[in-house]
């Protein structure tokens, strides 16, 4: 199965590359954007199906190490790969 997992700052944690990427694009006529947050994208493969097993495996997964708790969330999509 292909696995996507999408982690984003919390909504109560400042986000200055957010802060920035959105000063930019107003800056470049977009005056009507606001609330731009910055995350980043994993995509990886893995073996066995969506099940609710491998999903406790995936929210370990993303938990632990692909990010951190404190500051960011997470939220993922499994496809067949």
Do not use: W
Request: hydrophobic share 35%; net charge negative; with cysteine.
């Amino acid at each position: 199965m292909k696995v996507t997992v999408f982690v984003s700052p919390k909504s109560t944690v400042l986000d200055p590359q957010g802060a920035a990427v959105e000063q930019a694009m107003k800056s470049l006529g977009h005056e009507s954007v606001g609330g731009v947050r910055v995350g980043k994208t994993v995509t990886f493969e893995m073996e066995g199906s969506d099940s609710p097993e491998s999903r406790d495996k995936l929210d370990k997964l993303c938990d632990g190490l692909l990010s951190n708790p404190v500051i960011e969330d997470f939220r993922y999509e499994i496809t067949d790969g």
